[in-house]
């Protein structure tokens, strides 16, 4: 195994339970990948939220096998925008953003969404034309638009429909005027949103920390600091990994091997090299990557949402998590801690500054929106996360589709897996999934891993029949 995300020890634990030993190979000094929980002086930080909710049976029963049920918290779940001074439910409910927008704008939305269903926009295969061709050109460029732009630095229509297809699916204006008109809490019988999902009460981290125990316990090897340099291989198939340890290259054989590291690096791990359009088709995929500034503040200064979405366009910061209502285990009596976050480029200003200086920011634009107090601040902390979201550019598919084509043809037991592995911005939940069938294929089954997290369904939405008990949202 290549990585010791929730993916990686998936994959190890399914083949521990077969009866396999496994070694799994991690760069980083800590289990958990992008849902590992970052300790600091004693407050514990989610790296960008991650909800225990699936529509994906086995995920669930495996969460509680790792778990304890009574290290989850079921949490109610609510999200917000916070745009022009005033709060929007996410997902938008129809009379509360058409509320808060007024009469003359709400009408201008309403007219622009009928425009649309009359005229669509000719290039649906962008971001930009794909949501406003669902909610129109006005709600999408009040609660689409800045947003998305500052998760990933380029303007909204060089922004592949994938993200949204992903991460939106099939809610429209008509479904969320639908959603805000029937019953709530958690009604069966119909389609609605999620309301509530689990959590474990120490954050993510706790899970794959577990795991990571578990494997062990297996008598399983999970190697921390060795990130894999070479993968060697010859008629075909990997035959051996070459990581670097802490005292220097060590070769590991290997029999077939699962991966999610970033698929790029895979590819350029191979030795023999791959040929040269093979590696500029990984040189073409890119990473958008992840800071999140943490600010120490009185309990009552917080807000009651589990994070808010900031879309206005004169501050950096995107989101802003409140660590406390996560999980009153994550901060400390009287306190809570907000989480600025910040959609950065390894290497760029943001990125490079000091500790102190992005804690001076954040406090200047949480006061500049009127969220606090900045005297109010009593500490704050620094996270970086390289790598958090795979680029969906212009030529991401293309390029994926040729470092899938050598594998399938020269490394034919090297099975690619998670957000990173495979490129796809899986959440926790497929990403586990993708691990499951792999180790299932190895053992002899066929499933078409490439298929998980493609069906047409919004992520957080609930119909009759679904069994669920917490989608991971980081």
């Keep these: 195994m290549i990585g010791a995300g929730p993916a990686g020890l998936t994959?190890?634990?399914?083949?521990?339970?077969a009866g396999i030993h496994v070694t799994v190979l991690e760069a980083d000094p800590v289990v958990g990948g992008i849902s590992r929980t970052t300790v600091a002086d004693g407050w514990r930080f989610d790296i960008g939220g991650h909800r225990f909710f699936t529509k994906v049976p086995a995920v669930s029963e495996l969460w509680h096998e790792i778990l304890d049920d009574g290290d989850f918290l079921v949490r109610p779940r609510m999200s917000r925008i916070f745009y022009g001074g005033r709060f929007y439910d996410y997902p938008l409910k129809a009379t509360n953003a058409l509320r808060n927008l007024g009469p003359l704008e709400a009408a201008r939305c309403a007219l622009s969404y009928a425009w649309v269903r009359i005229h669509p926009p000719r290039d649906q295969t962008t971001f930009e034309g794909w949501t406003a061709g669902r909610f129109g050109w006005r709600l999408y460029r009040t609660f689409f638009k800045t947003y998305t732009e500052k998760v990933w630095g380029v303007p909204a229509d060089q922004i592949q429909a994938d993200w949204a297809a992903q991460r939106i699916k099939n809610l429209s204006l008509f479904s969320a005027v639908l959603n805000s008109l029937l019953p709530r809490r958690n009604q069966k019988e119909i389609t609605s949103l999620i309301e509530e999902f689990e959590y474990p009460r120490y954050g993510p981290g706790m899970m794959w920390e577990r795991c990571h125990e578990l494997v062990t316990g297996q008598g399983g090897d999970v190697l921390l600091e060795h990130p894999v340099q070479r993968i060697r291989h010859a008629d075909g198939v990997a035959y051996a990994v070459v990581a670097d340890a802490p005292h220097g290259p060590v070769e590991f054989p290997a029999t077939s091997i699962i991966s999610s590291m970033p698929l790029p690096h895979l590819l350029k791990a191979m030795d023999p090299p791959v040929p040269a359009d093979v590696r500029a088709a990984a040189d073409g995929l890119t990473y958008r990557d992840f800071l999140s500034v943490a600010l120490v503040v009185p309990e009552a200064d917080g807000f009651p949402d589990n994070w808010i979405y900031i879309h206005a366009p004169d501050v950096k910061v995107g989101r802003i998590q409140n660590y406390g209502r996560w999980s009153p285990y994550m901060?400390?009596?009287?306190?809570?801690?907000?989480?600025?976050?910040?959609?950065?480029?390894?290497?760029?200003?943001?990125?490079s500054a000091d500790d102190t200086d992005l804690v001076a920011m954040a406090t200047a634009e949480i006061a500049r929106l009127g969220l606090l107090d900045p005297t109010h601040v009593e500490a704050g902390y620094v996270v970086r996360m390289p790598r958090a979201y795979p680029m969906y550019d212009a030529g991401y598919q293309a390029n994926v589709s040729v470092l899938r084509a050598?594998?399938?043809?020269?490394?034919?037991?090297?099975?690619?897996?998670?957000?990173?592995?495979?490129?796809?911005?899986?959440?926790?939940?497929?990403?586990?999934?993708?691990?499951?069938?792999?180790?299932?294929?190895?053992?002899?089954?066929?499933?078409?891993?490439?298929?998980?997290?493609?069906?047409?369904?919004?992520?957080?939405?609930?119909?009759?029949?679904d069994k669920m008990k917490a989608n991971d949202a980081g």
Excluded at 331 to 351: A, N
């Design 11 to 17: 994959a190890a634990y399914q083949f521990g339970k």
């Design 331 to 351: 901060v400390k009596d009287g306190r809570t801690c907000l989480g600025l976050e910040y959609f950065v480029t390894m290497g760029d200003e943001t990125w």
């Design 406 to 465: 050598w594998l399938a043809a020269n490394a034919t037991n090297v099975h690619a897996v998670g957000r990173n592995g495979m490129h796809r911005y899986n959440n926790q939940d497929h990403s586990m999934l993708t691990a499951m069938l792999s180790v299932e294929n190895v053992l002899g089954a066929d499933h078409d891993v490439w298929q998980v997290n493609v069906e047409e369904d919004y992520h957080e939405e609930i119909r009759v029949g």
